[in-house]
């Protein structure tokens, strides 16, 4: 990150959640929730689902995480990463199987009744 013009702040005042080093780079903006207010002296209101915020990465944040994940493909880390996950889904799917091919034909007509009802 450092050598493509990110500076590295170990201490910094915004640290990256997975190596706690701030990298110099503004965040984004999310808007606020709004959350419906609960009308009279009613115990129970059914509200509206809340949909998904978006998020506007600033500039620098999009370089960043185009230059972090270039860089994680150029020191092998993304290859790493790939690999140990991989191994950890397939002990899964080993310690796991023969459970999963107990439910496959329950969940399978599950998915066949709920088809039926939309």
Request: hydrophobic letters at 35%.
């Amino acid at each position: 990150m450092g050598a493509n013009g990110f500076p590295i702040v170990p201490n910094g005042s915004n640290p990256s959640p997975t190596w706690g080093i701030d990298f110099g780079v503004p965040l984004g903006s999310e808007p606020a929730l709004e959350y419906p207010q609960i009308a009279g002296d009613s115990k129970v209101q059914v509200a509206p689902r809340i949909t998904g915020k978006s998020y506007t990465p600033t500039p620098q944040e999009s370089d960043s995480a185009a230059t972090m994940y270039k860089c994680s493909v150029e020191t092998g880390a993304q290859e790493s990463w790939k690999k140990a996950m991989t191994e950890a889904e397939d002990s899964a799917l080993a310690v796991n199987n023969l459970a999963l091919k107990e439910w496959a034909p329950k969940v399978a007509r599950v998915a066949e009744l709920a088809s039926g009802a939309v």
